[in-house]
């Protein structure tokens, strides 16, 4: 069979590109953007890329053409497919037919922390020796790939139902298969398709880690993101497990809509499963689950959000029949994930991250975080408002308290924003500006920097390579 895969090069498509390959399947596909990294992963794969949406990339016509969500009507090339009648599929349903059809599914869902969460949850199956599959939406630095088939593993683990004790009987046992971990994003499939792609995974195991509002150019309010969990939630066995975030309201008002299958809560200091720090700044915690110490957990990942991803991953694992104690020792070597407080240079003091966060209780954790590692050093923040919610404005009024802990932001405004970023900048008392490209950002980053100084590039697109330039200009002077 030839796939041609419409929108290849983001990290999703890219990841079902890598595995269609792996399949055996004739891979080639097409991209507004075909640039490194993800060109150079598929390349080296053997699949062919073309950039631009031209009908001539579809001739001959291929087996089945897979569609990205970046797709919408009046694309040269989907309109051709529609016209010539091609087959065609979007990319969450191949996946869910094709691959996760023949694995046990553990799928990562929430506002926050999903490329984290799956790839620590493949990393804890992979010290389990379980050799699971994955497909997450960036590069886990423990396997150097977004996304593969994985082997076979092994299953087990016990749990209660929603609303009910602990003495509940116990689910019955899932039939044998083989893990395969999926970042379950709520975006919507695509243009064919306006419900969530998680929908199509049907998970044996679910981590609800949070529920906010976000993506305002699908969803009018948190309502109906709620409404879209649920139907995750209603798809999920009763030979299943639901990891849920234990202080998040929303959620608990998901499951107040109808729930079927055991659910495990996590929390710092709520829920089933328990952390309580040793360090402030999450480096260090202990983990309790219904009163029975687990253990200790150090590791270099900061902040109360991160801890909170371990204790979703560790449950997670737990459930598909690992052992937490053995588990623990994982977390020491876990090594992130690309663009998530990535460290991109040091240069006389100076430390230069580059995260993706997008979105203000992001910003605000992940700067808390920091600032618990670093004290009384200063953080400089550049924030590119990328995202459809960033750029239309829903997060306006959020970004200056999100940014309490920096002690200068630079804010990129862009040509065509649609809200005045000065008004945010104005609300920092003094400690932001905003600048109209990101070559004025750098220079102007660069005549403030001091030594010690903690800089981080913040944003969920490529930013124009922002952070690896900055640290060349600090080399070059």
């Not at 690992?322 to 040091?346: I, N, Q, S």
Request: negative net charge; aromatic residues 6%; charged residues 20%.
């Amino acid at each position: 069979m030839r796939l041609h895969i419409l929108g290849i090069c983001g990290t999703f498509m890219g990841g079902v590109a890598a595995l269609a390959r792996e399949l055996g399947l004739s891979v080639e596909g097409s991209d507004a953007n075909v640039y490194p990294p993800m060109s150079d992963q598929l390349q080296a794969l053997g699949i062919e890329l073309m950039q631009g949406y031209a009908a001539e990339h579809l001739q001959p016509a291929p087996d089945l053409v897979v569609v990205g969500n970046a797709m919408t009507r009046g694309n040269p090339a989907v309109e051709y497919m529609l016209d010539r009648r091609l087959r065609y599929i979007s990319g969450p349903q191949w996946l869910g037919e094709t691959v996760l059809a023949q694995h046990e599914v553990l799928a990562v869902a929430g506002t926050h922390g999903k490329t984290t969460t799956s790839s620590l949850l493949a990393h804890l199956l992979e010290s389990a020796g379980m050799a699971p599959g994955f497909l997450i939406g960036g590069v886990p630095g423990n396997f150097g790939v977004s996304a593969r088939l994985g082997a076979k593993g092994a299953k087990g683990g016990q749990s209660h139902f929603c609303g009910k004790s602990d003495s509940d009987p116990l689910s019955p046992p899932a039939p044998l298969l083989r893990p395969f971990v999926i970042e379950a994003d709520e975006y919507d499939t695509a243009f064919f398709d306006k419900r969530s792609k998680f929908v199509h995974y049907r998970p044996r195991i679910a981590i609800l880690n949070n529920l906010e509002y976000d993506h305002a150019d699908i969803f009018p309010d948190v309502a109906a993101i709620q409404r879209q969990f649920h139907h995750l939630v209603r798809t999920v066995p009763g030979n299943g497990r639901l990891i849920v975030n234990a202080h998040d309201e929303h959620l608990a008002e998901v499951l107040a809509m109808g729930c079927w299958t055991p659910v495990e809560t996590f929390g710092i200091g709520r829920g089933d499963w328990q952390a309580s720090l040793i360090e402030a700044d999450g480096s260090a915690f202990v983990v309790h689950r219904r009163g029975e110490r687990i253990g200790e957990v150090r590791w270099p990942l900061l902040g109360r959000h991160s801890v909170m991803n371990a204790l979703a991953a560790l449950a997670a694992a737990t459930a598909t029949g690992a052992d937490p104690h053995a588990l623990l020792g994982a977390f020491a070597t876990f090594e992130g994930v690309k663009r998530r407080m990535e460290v991109v240079g040091e240069v006389d003091g100076v430390r230069v991250y580059d995260d993706f966060a997008h979105h203000p209780t992001a910003i605000a954790t992940t700067l808390a975080g920091l600032r618990a590692r670093v004290g009384a050093a200063r953080i400089l923040v550049a924030l590119e408002p990328r995202s459809n919610s960033m750029r239309q404005g829903a997060h306006a009024q959020a970004l200056a308290p999100s940014l309490a802990d920096a002690d200068a932001v630079l804010l990129l405004q862009r040509p065509g924003l649609a809200w005045d970023a000065g008004r945010v900048t104005a609300a920092l008392g003094g400690r932001g500006s905003t600048v109209p490209t990101v070559d004025a950002l750098i220079d102007a980053l660069r005549g403030q920097v001091q030594p010690g100084d903690q800089v981080v590039f913040m944003s969920n697109g490529g930013f124009e390579a922002a952070p690896r330039r900055f640290v060349e200009s600090l080399r070059r002077h």
